[in-house]
């Protein structure tokens, strides 16, 4: 029908509503915001699922708030495709309480499962699975490249997201329990070497404009900094922008007297990172969540057991291996 072959392409560039979901043959994918590139990529694996199943009775539904930033419009869609009546929902939620706290008071009779950001663990009994990367072992990934680069640690300065956002805030775990050599720390304080700076982390509320001005900022007044960790990828979304604050330290990071690392392997990223304006980037799979996220809600819709959680792996780039990072 007109509507399932088109309904993805439409939802790329604007918000849902209601009208949008007429049915219970709807698979819906709510993401955190339609202007970040990691989640556009969610939305092609969700355009390659219709069109690998298209006499399904089932239609992939992609959608989000405008804004990445705007977590009570992210709250209110699900809300929206709840009344509608779709068949099941996927969700990235930018807030983990306030979502969660919405869900349990609807207490929808649909499956609901999490996609590329969880529920924290007192909420997980309101999602059948989390289907996504393990983002305490990318914040391992990504410490474990720190510590070959800076044996003896030193200053750093880690960049994340919001502060409500779950799988954000368990990627900096990893990084600090695997930096500090502890379970648990709440920030860095010699541990191994690492001293987490003053005014660091900074939160990017997943604005690019923001995360590069932060990076321009924290490089300005910190001269000497060891590192600093883009938690997530936001500055590098913005190639132009990123490319002219890592002109300002570019000598630095050459010599490896500062280094870069950054998660996620999305074309403009990778093309910086092929520009030397990183030394490691840890990437997700956003493609293959978009991909697998029907299958798994039609497995819940038919009572099947599916696994909990369901990690989609990650790629690590370093200037020694390359690899993924080599030509994509």
């Not at 939305?43 to 977590?71: F, I, K």
């Not at 599916?306 to 370093?318: N, R, S």
Request: proline share 5%.
């Amino acid at each position: 029908m007109t509507y399932k072959l088109g309904v993805t392409a439409l939802l790329a560039t604007m918000t849902a509503s209601a009208a949008m979901a007429q049915d219970a043959n709807t698979l819906a994918i709510v993401v955190k915001g339609l202007d970040n590139p990691f989640f556009e990529q969610i939305n092609l694996g969700c355009q390659q699922w219709m069109a690998e199943n298209p006499d399904s009775q089932y239609n992939c539904l992609y959608t989000g708030p405008a804004s990445s930033s705007d977590e009570a419009g992210e709250v209110q869609i699900v809300d929206d495709l709840i009344a509608a009546g779709v068949a099941a929902i996927a969700i990235s939620p930018s807030n983990a309480p306030a979502m969660a706290n919405r869900i349990r008071a609807l207490a929808p009779d649909i499956p609901i499962m999490t996609i590329d950001a969880d529920f924290l663990p007192a909420d997980a009994d309101l999602r059948a699975t989390y289907l996504g990367t393990d983002n305490y072992l990318m914040g391992v990934q990504m410490a474990e490249q720190a510590m070959a680069l800076k044996p003896d640690g030193g200053t750093i300065c880690l960049q994340l997201g919001n502060v409500a956002a779950a799988n954000i805030n368990a990627r900096a775990q990893g990084f600090r329990d695997t930096a500090g050599g502890a379970e648990g720390l709440d920030r860095l304080t010699g541990e191994n070497g690492w001293t987490e700076i003053e005014g660091c982390p900074v939160f990017t509320n997943d604005q690019a404009d923001l995360a590069n001005q932060q990076m321009s900022d924290v490089f300005t007044a910190n001269p000497d900094l060891d590192a600093f960790i883009l938690i997530g990828g936001w500055a590098q979304f913005a190639p132009q922008a990123y490319a002219q604050v890592t002109d300002q330290v570019m000598d630095r990071m050459q010599s490896n007297e500062l280094i870069v690392i950054a998660g996620d392997t999305l074309p403009p990223q990778t093309q910086a990172f092929r520009e030397m304006r990183s030394h490691a980037q840890v990437g997700q799979r956003p493609f293959e969540m978009g991909l697998r996220a029907p299958d798994v809600m039609i497995q819940l819709l038919n009572g099947e057991t599916v696994e909990d959680p369901l990690f989609t792996g990650l790629d690590v780039c370093t200037h020694a291996e390359p690899g993924f990072c080599a030509d994509n």
